[in-house]
T-cell receptor, first 116, second 114 residues
């Protein structure tokens, strides 16, 4: 299993500013994923972050808006840049277990972002 | 491409009644299928997963799901609902190779009436 710590757990930010969300995993993992959950909605994949390479972004998400760092196998950050109220969402970090089967995804508790 | 459809955004049952949450998937390759639960203001917790072994999968908290390839379904059931089961439930799919990210359904909010 993997235990994921996300910081901050919640924040209220002014429009036009940026927020960096941190994701720390208690074990080394190859792939880390960032999801967004808009109010009352399901989870949408923002990007896949691999250590040592550029993140791969899904359609509708761009690096200038959501820059991601992956400096090592246990840590990643997601920045929400130039925020607007439409960015108010829960942002979740996820990893896939490195153990046998490599099937289960684990999630952090999420960062609840409100942009005012 | 993969997709998941959850029928019913809201399901309400009485305490002690059968819980049935529906999930249909679309995948061009053999899928891995998951059910996650999200309690208010919390992250996602894995309930159970199908990974091409037994088609009837038992999970935590008395939940189980049956993989039916002919119906492309993976419905979640629990014989007797408990008040503590009230939460949002998400069905998700991913392929067994390559892309490891999950594709989620739209979610079903389960209400349990006393």
């Amino acid at each position: 299993s993997a235990v994921i710590s996300q910081k901050p757990s919640r924040d209220i930010c002014q429009r036009g500013t940026s927020l960096t969300i941190q994701c720390q995993v208690d074990s080394q993992v190859t792939m880390m994923f960032w999801y967004r959950q808009q109010p009352g909605q399901s989870l949408t994949l923002i990007a896949t972050a691999n250590q040592g390479s550029e993140a791969t972004y899904e359609s509708g998400f761009v690096i200038d808006k959501f820059p991601i760092s992956r400096p090592n196998l246990t840590f990643s950050t997601l920045t929400v840049s130039n925020m607007s109220p439409e960015d108010s969402s829960i942002y979740l970090c996820s990893v896939v277990s490195q153990g046998s089967g490599n099937t289960e995804a684990f999630f952090g508790q999420g960062t609840r972002l409100t942009v005012v | 491409a993969q997709s998941v459809t959850q029928l019913g955004s809201h399901v309400s049952v009485s305490e002690g009644a059968l819980v049935l949450l529906r999930c249909n998937y679309s995948s061009s390759v053999p899928p891995y299928l998951f059910w996650y639960v999200q309690y208010p203001n919390q992250g996602l917790q894995l309930l159970l997963k199908y990974t091409s072994a037994a088609t009837l999968v038992k999970g935590i908290n008395g939940f189980e799901a049956e993989f039916k390839k002919s119906e492309t379904s993976f419905h979640l059931t629990k014989p007797s609902a408990h008040m503590s089961d009230a939460a949002e439930y998400f069905c998700a799919v991913r392929s067994d190779t390559g892309r490891r990210a999950l594709t989620f359904g739209s979610g079903t909010r389960l209400q349990v009436q006393p």
